[in-house]
């Protein structure tokens, strides 16, 4: 999924990648083996961030407790910056709180991997209600950010990557 992502970066890589809503790196492992980027995670479990450094998926030092509403990061501070499985869980009335954010800390690339559906949809996630939004996230970044331009998108099927059915975008900030 990385591969395809970051072919739309060719010749114009990013030096820094921050994953909102890190978790235990998976993702940030997966790019370590693709990428010479600085590798920076926000993540506002504690548990999940001790492991994060335990296992030296991220200097200590760019390693943030936060969310994606309120990112402990400055402006334009990474190249580019994603979520992965987050903002599905991020209610609708804070959703364009936390894209601001997102948008804020990246200079350049916004990347968003998530489950999508034509419309916002709630799901009854683990036998309760209020903590899963599918929708077309690519559709809300573009409805709600000028200057963005869609790189490229894709779809990671579950039966051929053991990965869950997720749509990615790449878009570049061109503001």
Sequence with gaps: MWSNILKATAGRSPASIAEIGAN???????????SSARLVAVEPNASAREQ???DHVVAASDLHD????????PDGSVDLAFTSGVLIH???????????EIHRVSSRYIVTIEYFA????????????GYLFKR?????????????????YGFVWKRATGLDNL?????????
């Design 24 to 34: 235990l790196g998976t993702n940030l492992r997966a790019l370590r083996n693709l």
């Design 52 to 54: 994060l450094i335990k």
């Design 66 to 73: 936060g969310i994606a509403a309120a990112l402990p990061l």
């Design 90 to 100: 991020i209610h609708p009335d804070d959703l364009l709180a936390s894209c601001r």
């Design 118 to 129: 034509d419309q916002p949809t709630e799901i009854v996630y683990r036998g309760n209600t």
């Design 136 to 152: 077309d996230f690519g559709g809300y970044w573009l409805d709600n950010f000028d200057g963005l331009q869609l790189l490229d």
């Design 167 to 175: 749509t990615w975008w790449i878009f570049e900030k061109r503001d």
